[in-house]
């Protein structure tokens, strides 16, 4: 089993619309979980940041951590078409980051 | 005022040549990376370097050899080059409170 599974989508929704994206792990030592948004063609930029687990907010984004059940979600409200993007979970393991697979995301206007 | 940077952008080549990426940090971080993403986005280390210090080398075959001059910088250099090698390779660099990855644009390799 892979340390982090994220379906790669992709995900097309209209202007407006709540947005759902997730990953699974596997090693329940982890506690730094982070998303990172990558545009096309370009590096990717932390988005969220959580530690252990709970919800956090930032704006139209909220990231949640399920330490119980090993899943991490990222929602997105109110999505705009500047949220298109693939956005990729990231779990940190000592000093290095194992990422998702990412989730491309497509928000239509 | 460039966090990570990375030259060249784009890098078109040949099989079996040899080329380097370089990359800087103005962060003043300690901890630079080098991370592979192939073309279905999959994003995996290859190395960091703590201070100029090799502390992670994934199974990357030795035909790539970083080398960090100091630690504001970390150059990736690429023996034999195969068709496999090509996909987008970013740097990054960790610090700060939160010891986030701050990621360069990536550069394009190519290999024909």
């Known amino acids: 089993q892979k340390e982090v599974e994220q379906d790669p989508g992709p995900l097309s929704v209209p202007e407006g619309a709540i947005v759902s994206l997730n990953c699974t792990y596997s090693?329940?030592?982890?506690?730094?979980f982070m998303w990172y948004r990558q545009y096309s063609r370009k590096g990717p930029e932390l988005l969220m940041y959580?530690?252990?687990?709970g919800n956090k907010e930032d704006g139209r984004f909220t990231a949640q951590v399920d330490k119980s059940s090993k899943y991490i979600s990222l929602f997105i409200r109110d999505s705009q078409p500047s949220d298109s993007a693939t956005y990729l979970c990231?779990?940190?393991?000592?000093?290095?980051?194992?990422f998702g697979k990412g989730t491309t995301l497509s928000v239509s206007s | 005022d460039t966090a990570v940077s990375q030259t060249p952008k784009y890098l078109v080549t040949q099989m079996g040549n040899d080329k380097s990426i370089k990359c800087e940090q103005n962060?003043?971080?300690?901890?630079m990376y080098w991370y592979k993403q192939d073309s279905k986005k999959f994003l995996k280390i290859m190395f960091s370097?703590?201070?100029?210090?090799?502390?992670i080398n994934e199974t990357v075959p030795n035909r790539f050899s970083p080398k960090s001059p100091d630690k504001a910088h970390l150059n990736l250099h690429i023996n034999s080059l195969e068709l496999g090698d090509s996909a987008v390779y970013f740097c990054?660099?960790?610090?700060?409170?939160?010891?986030?990855?701050?990621f360069g644009p990536g550069t394009r390799l190519t290999v024909l």
């Open positions: 090693n329940s030592a982890f506690q730094y």
């Open positions: 962060l003043g971080h300690d901890t």
């Open positions: 370097y703590n201070n100029k210090e090799l502390i």
């Open positions: 990231a779990i940190q393991a000592g000093t290095a980051l194992i």
């Open positions: 959580t530690y252990s687990s």
């Open positions: 990054a660099s960790n610090g700060g409170e939160t010891d986030t990855q701050y």
